[in-house]
């Protein structure tokens, strides 16, 4: 909505008419109920993520973006003085292709470093392979550049241009001070709604301008199709593209989560992914990467400093229960921007003495109770 307001008073000067009054209105209602809540009533987001930035101390990256909001303000109200608008040329095919190219050429490069060098805001170096697994996608994301122009010609071109520019830089922020605030390579989910939709017109936009044959052009949306089709069939792509992340909770997890629920209580110790099933279906309090040491650890007394005082999402607290299953023990997952670790046998096998009692187990999931007051000899 800001970026919207913001990039219709570049293009042309801002009016304070009633439309614009209430999306005013509604920004500032959105930017301060978003900051009332990450502030005020998320703590543990405030106390232990929003900190972790590259500025020190952390606040002056919020001074900052007020600065920016000023800042915006006064360069649409300065230009007001300024008569020239935005009129937009529809493009040819020639220039159509050409950004076309320039994306497929960016995206394959960004690719590349991610191969080189890692994924930014991450020590994650990805396989040659990924972008065999994401060619679908990339092909289609290019189309894009190829449509931004074509929409400019439609009434909701603004808010679109504005969503991209606004995720788009949030991104690039995150990469350069707040990498583990900002996770850069999570803006992606995001961005390719927006992008989908310039896709989507630039992809028939440019058959339109190439005026092919109906042969021809049933044969170009017929591979459409297949790239489409192809981005479905690699959208999760396998573990070891991602170190070791797995990116899908399998259906089998639900019965141990499913099982959880109402049953469990306390803080339970378990990775990211786990955490997550084990929260937003099972209701239960989880650990996410605010610990390791019990993962890792093979032996009670290694594991226990890591299940006392948990600086958890819920609160400062120690452990009731450890949960472990098939994927964390293959690779367990804690800071996104890290790889994913397997589990030693001895590690695991840690959880079948005192104070560790066996209270679930599904051959997928096992969920321990820990015995406090209880040391390894019992």
């Known amino acids: 909505?800001?970026?919207?307001l913001v990039l219709r008073g570049l293009l042309r000067p801002f009016v304070w008419n009633a439309a614009a009054k209430r999306q005013t209105f509604y920004a500032v209602f959105l930017l301060a109920a978003t900051f009332s809540y990450w502030l005020g009533y998320a703590t543990p987001f405030r106390d232990n993520i929003l900190v972790d930035v590259n500025v020190q101390p952390w606040w002056l990256l919020l001074v900052a973006f007020a600065g920016l909001l000023v800042l915006m303000a006064i360069v649409v109200l300065a230009r007001r003085r300024i008569a020239w608008r935005y009129r937009p040329r529809y493009p040819t095919l020639r220039y159509s292709l050409t950004m076309f190219a320039l994306a497929l050429a960016f995206v394959y490069g960004l690719g590349a470093a991610t191969i080189l060098g890692a994924v930014p805001g991450t020590s994650v170096a990805l396989p040659p392979l990924v972008l065999m697994d994401f060619a679908p996608l990339l092909i289609l994301a290019a189309f894009a550049s190829a449509g931004r122009k074509f929409f400019d010609f439609l009434e909701t071109h603004v808010a679109t241009s504005a969503w991209f520019l606004a995720l788009s830089a949030s991104a690039v922020a995150g990469s350069v001070v707040a990498t583990r605030v900002l996770?850069?390579?999570?803006?992606?989910?995001y961005l390719v709604v927006p992008v989908a939709l310039l896709a989507g017109l630039g992809f028939f936009r440019l058959l339109d301008l190439a005026s092919p044959s109906r042969r021809r052009r049933t044969v170009a949306v017929a591979a459409g199709i297949l790239l489409l089709a192809g981005n479905f069939a690699f959208a999760i792509p396998p573990p070891s593209f991602v170190a070791g992340w797995n990116e899908s909770t399998p259906p089998v997890a639900m019965e141990g989560v499913l099982w959880a629920r109402g049953r469990m209580g306390g803080l339970v110790a378990a990775d990211h992914m786990a955490s997550t099933a084990l929260f937003g279906f099972g209701g239960v309090n989880a650990t996410w990467d605010t610990t390791v040491a019990p993962f890792f650890a093979t032996t009670w007394a290694g594991a226990e400093p890591g299940l006392v005082s948990i600086p958890s999402p819920s609160g400062v607290r120690n452990a009731t229960?450890?949960?472990?299953?098939?994927?964390?023990?293959?690779?367990?997952?804690l800071?996104?921007?890290q790889p994913a670790v397997p589990m030693s046998p001895a590690a695991i096998a840690k959880f079948d003495d005192s104070p560790f009692i066996k209270v679930y187990d599904d051959g997928y999931a096992q969920a321990y109770l820990i015995a406090w007051g209880c040391d390894g000899s019992c």
């Open 183 to 189: 996770i850069p390579y999570r803006h992606i989910e």
């Open 335 to 337: 800071r996104v921007w």
């Open 1 to 4: 909505v800001l970026g919207t």
């Open 321 to 333: 229960y450890v949960w472990l299953d098939l994927v964390e023990t293959q690779g367990v997952e």
